[in-house]
């Protein structure tokens, strides 16, 4: 599966605030330390939440890692809907794929028999994320 990422990037950290996410549940931050040799970029360092406590700076841009995103999840929720005729509990469930390298994040009945919601990604933060994201815009309180 390669070398996972770890923690969000600061394009999706804007589509988190655009959603309205809490945060404060980041737990980690870009620092800007600078400007590249050819001042095109800006250069970065990423710390905990602990860490960046002691670096704090306006240009700082929040992240998620990983298990700050897993955290948000919901493990189950319930939908009663009319128009999908589903009046089910659904459980989270990741698993991978390795025939085709991805990881796969649903929302799943027990007895597997519907799927709500699912994602997938070939690094298991992608595929957290647009859940995340998928919730935050369907008004899902995380």
């Known amino acids: 599966m390669g070398k996972q990422k ?7 950290y804007g589509e988190l605030m655009i959603l309205e996410i809490d945060e404060s549940t980041a737990d980690m931050y870009y620092h800007f330390i600078g400007y590249g040799n050819d001042n095109n970029g800006e250069k970065m360092s990423i710390y905990s939440k602990e860490a960046y406590e002691t670096r704090k700076s306006e240009k700082d841009t929040p992240a998620w890692s990983l298990a700050a995103l897993l955290n948000l999840l919901p493990k189950e929720y319930h939908v009663d809907s009319q128009k999908k005729h589903i009046h089910d509990d659904f459980f989270l469930e990741i698993t991978v794929n390795p025939d085709k390298e991805e990881w796969i994040v649903q929302y799943i009945t027990k007895d597997h028999k519907h799927i709500d919601i699912k994602y997938n990604g070939k690094h298991l933060i992608d595929a957290v994320y647009k859940m995340v994201k998928r919730l935050l815009r369907d008004g899902v309180y995380l």
Do not use: K
Request: charge should be negative; charged fraction near 15%; glycine fraction near 0%.
């Open 6 to 12: 770890n923690y969000t990037t600061e394009i999706q």
